[in-house]
């Protein structure tokens, strides 16, 4: 038989994703017939000339092709990226084209828990770490878990980032979605998380897990440790899991800012009645490396039967990609102060972070300051999510659309993400080099101010 569309599973049919969307696709057309195109649409650095890190690199080239190892030259890799991938082709046995174990490759876990350790100074146990290809296949196993049916509903912001709608409507789950404030720089309130909790149980869904990104995709917006403590007890009080989205640690902008993790915040409670899954990855922080899918979940008061499932999940697949893993453990792992390639590192890491952060400034800015648009500060991630005002009867699909057809630059409209009733927006990264994100912001601001004109008649 051949498979028609009417055959395939609805759900399938039904999942959107609109940071990959139509109008990506018509942006990759466009590019085809040789127009040029920025892609705004995706957190995706490297897509945008930003360079992999050196010792990154050079590390991979060695695990990857050992022989390298035996027959450089001297000199030719710093003795560190050596030792680094002597312990890796080392510690993965059978080398990187081997199936892993299953929750990934052991050394890697301890790295990750140590990791862990360091940043907030608790304890972290490796076995209860699972790496995964991206950190979209550790919220995807995690949502396996919680969502049997339609009843089973998980909190989810608005605007949010699709994988999380995409991935409760593959599973049938329901979607229970609690607003951010644009106002107050989209700050997430109890009261509204209450209401959202309430309105699931009004119409029969059991909510058992709210995701939280922090710093959050697409609103840019950073919690206080304040706000953590706020969505811990509020887990507790109302008997959910907490999913929380921390592949944008690294990317805090504003001063007084600064990420606190899930984690510390729940050992700092003494917090053991709520458990917490949290997510990292290598595609964003200043590693950018997003094709190469490396990612974890660290789990927090997850009883030993239900990690069995989560290994058992694991193993269905076999075990995350064993590059992405090793990618994962120089995350975790970079150079240390005084060792020979800590300089290089350092100084390649502070160019990308520095150059985020004035970007960051410059979309903000430069939005905001336009006329029939407003934009909250960038304070962290990689994203602008401005408001814009569109002419009566058009939509930001509309606009997105005909962004690209006149300049090149492809940005996703804000009903991918959620947005409140009434109001409009786009999601573009702040990613473009900085010799080019002037020219980007410009012309948007161009193109918004003579689309208006146009389109008022
Ligand atoms: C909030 C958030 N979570 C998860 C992901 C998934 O990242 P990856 O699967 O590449 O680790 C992204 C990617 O953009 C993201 O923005």
Redesign the pocket.
């Known amino acids: 038989m051949v498979v028609r569309v009417e055959d395939i599973a609805p759900a399938v049919r039904e999942a959107e994703y609109a940071v990959r969307g139509p109008i990506v696709t018509r942006a990759q057309e466009l590019e085809r017939q040789g127009r040029e195109v920025v892609y705004c649409n995706i957190?995706n650095p490297q897509a945008l000339r930003q360079r992999p890190l050196t010792f990154v690199r050079q590390v991979l080239a060695l695990s990857e092709y050992p022989d390298l190892l035996e027959r450089s030259p001297k000199g030719t890799f710093p003795a560190d990226a050596v030792e680094t991938a002597r312990l890796v082709v080392r510690e993965s046995q059978h080398g990187l084209g081997a199936y892993t174990e299953a929750k990934g490759m052991r050394f890697v876990r301890e790295a990750v828990a140590r990791f862990i350790e360091e940043r907030d100074g608790i304890s972290s146990d490796p076995e209860a770490v699972y790496l995964t290809d991206?950190?979209?296949k550790a919220?995807q196993t995690v949502l396996r878990l919680l969502v049997a049916d339609a009843r089973d509903g998980i909190l989810v912001p608005v605007p949010q980032?699709p994988?999380y709608s995409a991935t409760l409507t593959l599973y049938g789950g329901a979607r229970v979605d609690y607003p951010l404030e644009e106002g107050t720089g989209w700050s997430l309130s109890r009261a509204a998380l209450e209401r959202a909790c309430e309105r699931a149980r009004a119409r029969g869904v059991r909510v058992r897990g709210i995701v939280v990104?922090n710093p959050g995709?697409p609103t840019g917006a950073v919690l206080d440790e304040k706000n953590v403590e706020m969505v811990l007890s509020l887990a507790r009080e109302q008997g959910m899991a907490v999913l929380a989205?921390e592949?944008y640690q690294e990317n805090v902008y504003r001063p007084g800012d600064r990420f606190v993790s899930f984690a510390r915040v729940a050992e700092k409670l003494g917090i053991r009645d709520v458990s917490l899954f949290s997510f990292h990855?290598v595609?964003k922080g200043f590693l950018g490396e997003?094709g190469h899918r490396g990612?974890y979940v660290e789990c927090r008061n997850v009883p030993g039967p239900v990690q069995d499932e989560i290994t058992k999940l694991q193993s269905i697949s076999l075990c995350s990609n064993s590059v992405g893993q090793v990618v994962t453990y120089l995350m975790v792992r970079p150079p240390r102060p005084g060792a020979p390639s800590f300089e290089l590192y350092d100084r390649e890491r502070r160019e990308i972070l520095d150059g985020l952060r004035r970007k960051a400034e410059i979309v903000a800015r430069g939005l905001d300051a336009v006329e029939g648009i407003s934009c909250n500060e960038v304070a962290g991630a990689m994203y602008a999510f401005p408001r814009i005002t569109l002419p009566k009867g058009v939509t930001d699909s509309e606009y997105c659309l005909a962004l690209l057809e006149e300049t090149g630059i492809c940005v996703v409209p804000g009903s991918g993400f959620g947005q409140a009733e009434g109001t409009w927006h786009f999601r573009t990264t702040i990613l473009p080099p900085v010799d080019q994100i002037e020219a980007v912001v410009r012309k948007l601001a161009e193109f918004h101010v003579s689309f208006g004109r146009r389109r008022r008649g």
Do not use: P, T
């Open positions: 957190g991206g950190a979209s919220a980032y994988l990104i995709n989205d592949v990855s595609s997003c990612g």
